[in-house]
């Protein structure tokens, strides 16, 4: 997973399967180890649009770790017992963040030290994405094109899923500018709706939909960077 600090765009954070989180401030040229503190197998990653030294990292075995310092250190914040696929911040406050896992939906709203399960749509919940417009608005999925959206910040849930393929859904994101939403469907490529959800159309060619992408990241200029398994950026 990438996280950009859009303060500071050339600032970013990758999370690597065997090596921690990385870190670079000059837009990849160079990177440098940013994991003191935490596990080293991370799915999940975020970083506070408001509060960029903030940042969330969800752990495949190890729970949820937390930096306040731009990465210098990590304490764990709870979930051990959890598979955390992604985790997202809230975009006006970084004391509340979501957190995807094979139980669900969890929320904090205390930066951490408490967690709220905001109950369990799909078996897993593979992605996930808060729409940095309107706060209250998330969306979640999980297999056999589940996908779902929150207007109350994930306390009802309702099918957003129409003329999806019944394929996992990997990453979801959505454009800061337009409000539009993009979700990476195993063997599909991506699919995009302009309408809150409520219709899907395809924007495959076949490399996107040779690549199984998990994770997905729009830029404010309306340019969308699809990460994958095994087939980089």
């Not at 190890?62 to 992604?86: C, V």
């Not at 975009?91 to 030290?113: E, F, S």
């Not at 979700?183 to 395809?202: F, R």
Request: glycine fraction near 14%; hydrophobic fraction near 35%.
């Amino acid at each position: 997973p990438l996280a950009l600090d859009y303060q500071s765009p050339s600032s970013l954070y990758a999370g690597t399967t065997l090596q921690g989180v990385y870190a670079t401030t000059n837009g990849g040229t160079k990177w440098n180890p940013s994991s003191q503190g935490m596990s080293l197998f991370i799915r999940g990653l975020a970083i506070s649009p408001t509060s960029p030294d903030t940042l969330y990292a969800g752990a495949l075995l190890g729970g949820i770790f937390k930096t306040t310092d731009g990465g210098s250190t990590w304490s764990n914040k709870g979930l051990r017992d959890h598979l955390i696929f992604k985790v997202k911040v809230d975009p006006t406050n970084a004391q509340i963040a979501y957190a995807a896992t094979q139980q669900g939906v969890q929320k904090t709203k205390d930066g951490g030290n408490t967690w709220v399960s905001l109950g369990q749509k799909t078996a897993f919940v593979f992605s996930l994405a808060v729409d940095p417009q309107t706060r209250t608005t998330v969306y979640l999925g999980g297999p056999s094109g589940g996908l779902y959206k929150s207007i109350d910040g994930g306390q009802t849930w309702q099918n957003s899923n129409a003329n999806l393929p019944a394929t996992n859904i990997y990453a979801i994101a959505v454009d800061p500018q337009s409000g539009a939403i993009y979700a990476s469907l195993e063997g599909e490529g991506v699919y995009k709706s302009a309408d809150g959800g409520n219709s899907w159309t395809a924007t495959n060619n076949s490399l996107l939909k040779s690549a199984r992408l998990t994770s997905l990241m729009v830029h404010s200029t309306g340019v969308v960077f699809a990460g994958s398994n095994g087939n980089g950026v």
